[in-house]
């Protein structure tokens, strides 16, 4: 089984991610981080040298590298989901799971991390949190094609493992 993990920047897919791939047995994969390691250079620096669509079309290629993988979390970019019909695929070849979360929630976490997130990087806080609300309206009919939706207020180590025994039981 190979489960996605969707959301904008600052939902938690990493941290859960990791989390629940260490209590389930797990792989654990950061898409992103992938992508650095092939590039051999930063999410940051791939934007401002390559520029964004050249980003996407590594990203891609590189989600599709996963088809297939075993008992795999992967934690995808807040981007991921709307490019190259990558939810589609994420859906066709995995679980889907949205983390949801709201704009407030989303800029608190991402303040201290502007520097190493290319599309926030210059932004005062009202700018951020214009740019919030405004990429979730975009990106929203993308994340609500996950298989599973979770309020990020209601994320715990159990929340995957509960999942996981749901998917199991007969319908």
């Not at 079309?57 to 490019?83: H, M, V, W, Y």
């Not at 990429?135 to 994320?155: G, Q, V």
């Amino acid at each position: 089984m190979i489960f996605f993990l969707t959301g904008f920047m600052g939902s938690g897919k990493s941290y859960w991610g990791k989390k629940w791939a260490s209590v389930n047995e797990y792989a654990f994969i950061d898409l992103d981080e992938v992508i650095e390691k092939e590039e051999g250079k930063t999410i940051a620096d791939i934007f401002e040298i390559k520029g964004e669509p050249y980003f996407r079309e590594i990203e891609a290629t590189q989600l599709r590298s996963f088809d297939a993988a075993k008992n795999t979390i992967i934690a995808c970019g807040g981007g991921t989901p709307c490019f190259y019909e990558n939810m589609q695929w994420m859906n066709d070849h995995g679980t889907t799971i949205y983390l949801l979360t709201t704009a407030t929630q989303i800029l608190d976490r991402v303040l201290t991390e502007q520097e190493k997130r290319p599309l926030i990087k210059k932004m005062n806080q009202a700018e951020l949190l214009f740019f919030i609300e405004q990429k979730l309206k975009e990106r929203t009919p993308f994340y609500n094609e996950a298989k599973y939706i979770i309020p990020s207020l209601e994320l715990a180590a159990q929340t995957f493992a509960n999942l996981f025994l749901l998917k199991q039981l007969p319908a």
